[in-house]
């Protein structure tokens, strides 16, 4: 195995277990968390504290270098501008959070703890990838054609 997918299992196992631990594999946590007039759950604040303390620290670091240890390139976004797609894009996530309860690293994670939720929220995430791409080759190709 190269080094840098034992890096990426080694990284994405840790990350499953984190979720796991701060229980955002449990639909119900999250929806609680997101019920600001009801039943609130502010514990996953810490989970949220946490991840974005981590990154703003570890960056300033990381970004320092040239290149990842394990691999060739950085993986950044190539735009840094809030557009129309960006916001339509984070709107729909955060709806489909909020209504299913689970955003992708959580569903996978999920698969170990067996149920039906995940198995039915997987393949319709996979639909939304695909349909993504079929209208943005159809956007594409409209704008080529004007």
């Known amino acids: 195995m190269k080094p840098e997918n034992f890096i990426a299992l080694a990284t994405g196992i840790l990350f499953g277990l984190g979720l796991g631990i701060a229980k955002m594999i449990d639909p119900n946590k999250i929806q609680n968390f997101l019920d600001v007039s009801g039943t609130w759950d502010a514990s996953l604040m810490f989970v949220l504290g946490s991840a974005v303390g981590t990154t703003l620290v570890a960056f300033r670091f990381i970004l320092q270098h040239s290149q990842p240890r394990f691999a060739a390139s950085f993986h950044l976004p190539l735009s840094t501008q809030i557009d129309r797609k960006l916001i339509v894009g984070s709107a729909v996530f955060g709806v489909g959070w909020g209504l299913a309860g689970y955003c992708p690293g959580p569903a996978f994670a999920a698969l170990a703890l067996g149920g039906w ?26 704008v080529s054609d004007a």
């Not at 939720?117 to 319709?124: K, Q, S």
């Not at 995430?125 to 791409?133: E, P, S």
């Open 117 to 142: 939720e995940p198995l039915v929220f997987l393949p319709a995430m996979a639909l939304g990838f695909t349909l993504h791409r079929w209208f943005a080759v159809e956007e594409k190709a409209a």
